[in-house]
């Protein structure tokens, strides 16, 4: 069914779409159901933004190789998941994206500990069930960039044959992007937790369209 002008979105229009000179539009229903469908599987927030304001850095990754013990152990992170080129190549096929932010509490987070794991498996399922509600909602590119890391299986199979391929994904730090400066540029706080018994953010993203 052919969509109708008065029934789309202008995405100038949204807070979080910064550059004027490339208008981009969505079914307003779509932008109207994501946020709820988000809370419903435990996100806080919900942020429509363009691919192209997605800050990538070299940095990133050489965060992942030095001072992660997850480096060459996961298929979720480096070296096995896309580089800085190749992720700035798929953000160029993509105009607009959903950043999603969930609240957590976490005195396990410096632990491999059982209540670490649930928290990590929760974001991670969420992400990819709401990339799948998007798809079946005509949103065939849609793509999830979970937080944190995969913690689907105690220890990953990896360079072995994942055990869970339908609900791997690379998180958005393995890609190379710059969470702290994407937050930052859609006026969002980034201020660092310095307490551990303290709430803290966490960030999942959708390309969507």
Not at 2 to 30: C, G, Y
Not at 34 to 61: C, N, S
Not at 112 to 122: D, P
Request: net charge positive.
């Amino acid at each position: 069914m052919a969509v109708r002008i008065e029934d789309l979105i202008d995405i100038q229009d949204v807070r979080q779409a910064r550059d004027k000179n490339s208008p981009n539009i969505i079914p307003q229903d779509t932008f109207r159901h994501i946020e709820p469908l988000a809370k419903e599987l435990g996100f806080l927030e919900t942020h429509l933004l363009k691919a192209q304001d997605i800050a990538t850095g070299r940095w990133v990754r050489l965060k992942c190789r030095y001072g992660c013990a997850k480096y060459n152990t996961s298929w979720c992170c480096p070296p096995a998941a896309p580089n800085l080129q190749m992720t700035r190549d798929i953000l160029s096929e993509y105009e607009l994206a959903i950043l999603l932010v969930s609240e957590n509490t976490n005195e396990h987070f410096y632990r491999n500990s059982g209540v670490k794991r649930r928290i990590q498996i929760k974001q991670w399922k969420s992400t990819v069930a709401l990339e799948r509600k998007l798809f079946l909602m005509g949103y065939y590119k849609a793509f999830g960039l979970p937080a944190d890391t995969c913690a689907l299986c105690k220890e990953c199979a990896y360079p072995k044959q994942c055990k869970f391929p339908n609900e791997k994904r690379p998180t958005l730090e393995a890609c190379g992007i710059d969470v702290f400066q994407t937050v930052k540029d859609l006026g969002q706080s980034t201020g660092l937790v310095r307490k551990i018994q303290d709430c803290f953010y966490s960030y999942s993203l959708i390309l969507l369209a």
